[in-house]
């Protein structure tokens, strides 16, 4: 079963501790993304990636990292979390220009 | 210009027919995809136009006028389960896929 696998699912934590969110999916797919999503604003893209060890900024970059070692997997990294980074986010991943599958979502609270 | 309209809610009754507008500005246009979102849920994929016209996938259909800068999803037989939330996506071609601000579809009995 094709799958995208976020965890965690809700996170809380304070402002600037470290946190990392997992994103893994199991269809051999080159393309994979990061978005968060707010309300009235839709679903912003952060970070996408073409390929392994290539990535690159989308429109709400400022504030995350990402990295892309295997195809497999791309965590989005949050060095130091502020309370604007409050949000639901969303990984995804397509191999082609039309379908993108999308992992549950993380809800994440910065306090 | 990055920016995506349509409307932010729409309501109908069951078995009826709605269609939800989306307009999009040109620069680095590769397609037009839609996805419904449910409350509390992922985003998940219903369709892509890469071509001017009509794409039928059972009770939906996406519409793509790429002279007019303009999409259309139509969703026929509305039952109470297609309420959810409606993006449009404009692919620019260079994984950036950049998202509508949604459309709100409620479906009353």
């Known amino acids: 079963e094709a799958q995208v696998t976020q965890n965690p699912r809700y996170l809380i934590t304070v402002t600037g501790k470290k946190l990392t969110v997992t994103c893994s999916q199991n269809m051999n797919h080159e393309y994979m993304s990061w978005y968060r999503q707010d309300p009235g604003l839709g679903l912003r893209q952060i970070y996408y990636s073409m390929n392994v060890e290539v990535t690159d900024k989308g429109d709400v970059p400022e504030g995350y990292k990402v990295s892309r070692k295997e195809k497999r997997n791309f965590p989005l990294i949050l060095e130091s979390p502020s309370p604007n980074q409050t949000s639901l986010y969303f990984c995804?991943?397509?191999?082609?220009?039309?379908?993108?599958?999308f992992g549950a979502g993380t809800r994440l609270s910065v306090l | 210009g990055q920016s995506l309209e349509q409307p932010s809610e729409v309501t109908a009754v069951e078995g009826a027919i709605v269609q939800i507008n989306c307009t999009y500005q040109?620069?680095?246009?590769?397609?037009l995809s839609w996805y419904q979102q449910h409350d509390g849920g992922a985003p998940t994929f219903l369709s892509y136009?890469?071509?001017?016209g009509l794409e039928e996938t059972g009770r939906f259909s996406s519409f793509l006028s790429r002279s007019d800068s303009y999409g259309y999803l139509l969703l026929q037989e509305l039952q109470m389960k297609d309420s959810a939330s409606y993006f449009c996506a404009r692919d620019t071609g260079f994984q950036k896929l950049v998202f509508g601000t949604g459309t709100r579809l409620l479906v009353s009995p």
């Open positions: 136009n890469a071509l001017d």
């Open positions: 040109t620069s680095g246009f590769y397609g």
């Open positions: 995804a991943s397509r191999e082609s220009a039309d379908i993108q599958y």
